[in-house]
Each structure stands twice: as C-alpha cells, then as structure tokens.
C-alpha cells in the first residue's frame, strides 16, 4: 500500500514537471505558426497624398484633339468611259461589230463577229 | 413621399457615380491601404491543446504574428514564424535573429546579461551590462550598455486574463560614437515576470533604429491557469 501511494505522488509529480514542460515541436513547428512578421507596412498616408496627387493631376491634365490634316483636295472627277465609234456601251462593257468575209467557190459569205473590249476613262 | 424619392435617386446617383472611371480605382486604392489587418488570435483552449508552445509576436505596427517553439537547445529557445523567421532567445533576450530584413548576428557578453538572474536574484539586476552587437549589413561590434530599474507590480492581459506579473525596466544607452547627429541613443526594453519566475511578456528593441518586438508568450500563460 505505501509502495503504491509512493509510486502515485511520484506520477503526480511527473505530471505536474510535465504540464511545466516547454514543447518544442521541430521543423514541423511552422505549421502551428500564424501569420507573418515580415509584411511589408503600406504607409497609408503615403497613399493618401498619392491618390490626391492623381486626382489632381487627372483634373488639371487636357485632351489634346488632333485634327486630320488637310487631304489632297478635289480631284479632277469622274471620268465618263467611251468606246470607239459608235460602239455601245453595255454594263461597262463596249462592243464591237466587225464582219468576217470568207470567199468560197460558190461565191462571198459575210459574217458579223461582235467583241467586247473595256472602254476608255 | 416625394422628397424620399429624390433623395433615394441622388444617393443612387452617387453611388453609382462613384462605380465609374477613375474614382473606383481611387477608391479600391485607398481601402486597401487604409485597411487595418487583424492581429493573429489564439483562445485560451486553442493555446492549451496546441501541441508546440507558441507566443505571440508584434513587430513594429505589423499585425501580430503566432510565432512556435520549434527547437529547445543550449537553453536557448528558437522560435519560427510561418514565414520562416526564426528568433533565437536565451532567458527571453534575443540573441539572434535569422529572415528579417536587417538581422541581429552576434550579441556578446551574454554571461552576464542580468536577465539570466532575475527575477530571483533582483539584487544582481543593478549592475550595468556592457555588450556588442553585430548587425547585418557590415555593422559590427556596436556597444550598449544598459541598467535594470526595480520591478514595479503591473498586470498582464492576455488570453482573457488578467496576470499580475512584475514589471523590469531595461534602459539601453548606444555608446557608438558617431560623426553626425544622432537621435534616440537611448530607449527602453520591459520585461514582465510572473509570479512563479517565468517570463510571460517583453518589449525589446535590438538597435535604437530597429521595430520594437513585442512578445507574449502565451503558452506560459495558459500554463498558469491550469
């Protein structure tokens, strides 16, 4: 009986250096860790004068317009096409009449042949 | 009726106004920068069934970070943030520090520092302690000196508690001498002790120039409610 009241108080002792005890938990230790000491500090007035810096010189800044130079000017206009002679003008597209003449023994045989050509501007 | 109208389509007006061109981008720009972001909490229950021990660490006017014990060697502690930082502390003055933009390399003397004998021996905390330091960027071997004032009763609030604790002023002086100007050649560090001896909160500063480092040590704190 004294052996195991001994052997108790010892344990509670134990216990009790235990709960004293610093852990130490390793290279795992960072992941227990929270947060960051090494953040950058935003100076929020540093901020501040910057973006009333940028609103005043948005306020204060001009559009420029730059206007289109002045072109070439009016040409000398549209042309209107002509064909030679009396050919018409269709679709723009002239035609042509010229006439075949073939000489056989029975006699003359004449033959209109058309042709198209693009007119002239 | 009428006049609630009017005003419901100038207000609408407005609104939708400012939803155009430019003045959205002003907008959006300045609540980023004016947002405040939230300090890294931990309740009581998260803190005690946390399996590493843990503090919490303000940097400057950064937000606070949880900060996790990750190795106990040479009686010194090393603490790591998520962000891989990792302070190096022996009988809560830090030592070293490892991932910030200027890093704290070497401090001397450490033997004496009269840290090591409080709060016990207070008696031991009146004598001045001369060290170096080294900083990066080619910045060594800088002297402080500091003095310890007598502990005064303050309280702790932490995790929703209320700890009484006792309150050691550190008071540095920077002995460097310098070719120009120099202001802020002295400032203070504090350190609050519990009841039982343990060290459950500190503000120091490893330079006069450098961001305070405020330190809660929270698992410590949980452990006294137990």
């Given at each position: 009986?004294?052996?195991?009241l001994?052997?108790?108080?010892?344990?509670?002792?134990?216990?009790g250096?235990?709960?004293?005890?610093?852990?130490?938990?390793?290279?795992?230790a960072?992941?227990?860790a929270?947060?960051?000491?090494?953040?950058?500090?935003?100076?929020?007035?540093?901020?501040g004068?910057?973006?009333?810096?940028?609103?005043?010189?948005?306020n204060?800044?001009?559009?420029?317009?730059?206007?289109?130079?002045?072109?070439?000017?009016?040409?000398?206009?549209?042309?209107?096409?002509?064909c030679?002679?009396?050919?018409?003008l269709v679709?723009?597209?002239?035609?042509?009449?010229?006439?075949?003449v073939?000489?056989?023994?029975?006699?003359?045989?004449?033959?209109?042949?058309?042709?198209?050509?693009?007119p002239?501007? | 009726?009428?006049?609630?109208?009017i005003?419901?389509?100038?207000?609408?007006?407005?609104?939708?106004?400012g939803?155009s061109?430019?003045?959205?981008a002003?907008?959006?720009?300045?609540k980023?920068?004016?947002?405040?972001?939230?300090?890294?909490?931990?309740?009581?229950i998260?803190?005690?069934?946390?399996?590493?021990?843990?503090?919490?660490v303000?940097?400057?006017?950064?937000?606070?970070?949880?900060m996790?014990?990750?190795?106990?060697?040479n009686?010194?502690?090393?603490?790591v943030?998520?962000?891989?930082?990792?302070?190096?502390?022996?009988?809560?003055?830090?030592k070293?520090?490892?991932?910030?933009?200027?890093?704290?390399?070497?401090?001397?003397n450490?033997?004496?520092?009269?840290?090591?004998?409080?709060p016990?021996?207070?008696?031991?905390?009146s004598?001045?302690?001369?060290?170096?330091?080294d900083?990066?960027?080619?910045?060594?071997?800088?002297?402080?000196?500091?003095?310890f004032s007598?502990?005064?009763?303050d309280?702790?609030?932490?995790?929703?508690?209320?700890?009484?604790a006792?309150?050691?002023?550190?008071?540095?002086?920077?002995?460097a001498?310098?070719?120009y100007?120099?202001v802020?050649?002295?400032?203070?560090?504090?350190?609050?002790?519990?009841?039982?001896g343990?060290?459950?909160?500190?503000i120091?500063?490893?330079?006069?120039?450098?961001?305070?480092?405020?330190?809660?040590?929270?698992?410590r704190?949980?452990?006294?409610?137990q």
């Amino acid at each position: 009986m004294k052996k195991i009241l001994i052997a108790a108080t010892a344990a509670l002792c134990f216990a009790g250096n235990l709960s004293a005890v610093e852990t130490a938990g390793g290279a795992a230790a960072t992941t227990t860790a929270v947060g960051t000491i090494t953040a950058p500090i935003v100076v929020g007035a540093a901020v501040g004068l910057g973006v009333v810096g940028a609103v005043v010189s948005n306020n204060r800044g001009s559009t420029t317009s730059v206007e289109p130079g002045p072109g070439p000017g009016p040409g000398p206009g549209p042309v209107d096409p002509t064909c030679n002679g009396s050919d018409p003008l269709v679709d723009g597209v002239c035609t042509g009449t010229t006439t075949t003449v073939t000489v056989s023994g029975t006699g003359t045989t004449t033959v209109p042949v058309t042709f198209t050509y693009m007119p002239t501007t | 009726m009428n006049v609630k109208i009017i005003t419901l389509i100038v207000l609408f007006s407005t609104l939708i106004s400012g939803c155009s061109g430019t003045y959205h981008a002003y907008y959006q720009t300045l609540k980023i920068a004016l947002s405040e972001q939230d300090d890294a909490k931990l309740t009581l229950i998260e803190v005690q069934q946390s399996e590493v021990d843990v503090m919490l660490v303000k940097r400057g006017e950064r937000p606070a970070a949880v900060m996790a014990l990750a190795y106990l060697e040479n009686n010194q502690h090393k603490w790591v943030s998520s962000d891989n930082t990792m302070l190096v502390m022996d009988k809560g003055r830090i030592k070293r520090t490892i991932g910030l933009d200027k890093n704290l390399l070497h401090l001397s003397n450490t033997d004496f520092d009269p840290l090591k004998f409080l709060p016990k021996h207070a008696s031991d905390k009146s004598q001045t302690w001369l060290r170096g330091i080294d900083l990066t960027g080619d910045e060594y071997g800088y002297p402080i000196e500091s003095k310890f004032s007598q502990a005064s009763p303050d309280t702790i609030q932490a995790l929703s508690l209320d700890i009484d604790a006792m309150l050691y002023v550190e008071t540095l002086h920077y002995k460097a001498p310098a070719n120009y100007l120099r202001v802020n050649k002295s400032w203070e560090n504090h350190f609050w002790y519990a009841k039982n001896g343990d060290l459950i909160k500190s503000i120091q500063k490893l330079s006069p120039l450098s961001e305070s480092l405020e330190i809660t040590y929270l698992s410590r704190i949980a452990r006294l409610s137990q």
